[in-house]
């Protein structure tokens, strides 16, 4: 299972990549979760023609129980994807981190991923703020690969560092680490150049490079991505280039685990960096899904915040 959580600024374009990606991997034949975890709740807008999708802090503010279901707090979009959005609390009322926490633990209760048995899950996280709440998806077993989205603008720049340099405060625990800048361009000067020198920097590549475009807003107003309507175009190959990578990388990933449970050399853990976390996803009951693929969500603690 491949869990990628895309982080960056907002407004930088992350849920436009993450649902032009999750459209990808479905029209490459995996089932796909994408969960937007901002609170504008617009995530999973352009997978979902504009059909409203209740965001999971809506419905426990509006019902005194938990749903019992996921079709209550799910729709199923493009590709068959499964749709999710965290939602937020009310403006000025709470904080958003927790909102995320107490869906992930729902999530975990409503069994989702066992359920599902998704190919790809998709998180798709505000980077402005990386508090205990937003960088849930990088700990406890959710993604283990991150994306940062950004141009070549100081301040989205700005908010990539600091996710990369969270994720790498986490990193030691085998939790996620950042597999590569996604560029999505804004047209300022030298923007490659930039950018690929803020990547060179921190060790981190670009691993893709997305035109500014109006296409995206067409697509946009119609409730769809550009890989839907347009697949064959070349926009829509940057978003299939990308999630064959790391579909292959995927594949490499367990054939090597593969390796390592037939000559018994252990090299499962090595293989996909998490050891320390198969073991704890295990112990602590979480939803594995198999006997050495950590598949669970972990429960999460709090978020440490005051409010
Ligand atoms: P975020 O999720 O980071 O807040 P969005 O994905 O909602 O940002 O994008 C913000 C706006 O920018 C949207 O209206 C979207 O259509 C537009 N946008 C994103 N990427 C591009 C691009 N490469 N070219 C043109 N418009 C884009
Ligand atoms: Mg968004």
Known sequence: MIKLAIYGKGGIGKSTVTSNL???????GKKVIQIGCDPKADSTGNLLAGKPLMPVMNYLREHDEDPTSLGEITARGFGNVLCIETGGPTPGLGCAGR??????????DLRLL?????????????????????????REGYAEKVL?????EKMALYAAGNINSAVLNFEDRGYASVEGIILNRRNVESEREKVETFARERGLRIVADIPR???FQTAEDQGRTIVELDPDGAIALRFFDLADRLLAEE???????????????GSVTAANG??????????????TGGTDTPHGFGKLEDCGCPM
């Open 22 to 28: 999750s459209a990808a991997f479905a029209m490459r």
């Open 99 to 108: 909102g995320i926490i107490s869906t992930f633990n729902l999530l975990d």
């Open 114 to 138: 066992e359920k599902e048995k998704p190919d790809v899950v998709l998180f798709d996280v505000l980077g402005d703020v990386v508090c205990g709440g937003f960088a849930a998806p990088i």
């Open 148 to 152: 940062i989205v950004t141009s070549g």
């Open 213 to 215: 475009d109006r296409a």
């Open 251 to 265: 594949a490499s990933g367990s054939a090597a685990a593969e390796d390592g449970r037939r000559t018994g050399s």
């Open 274 to 287: 998490r050891g320390a976390e198969t073991g704890r996803m295990e112990e602590a009951g979480g939803m």
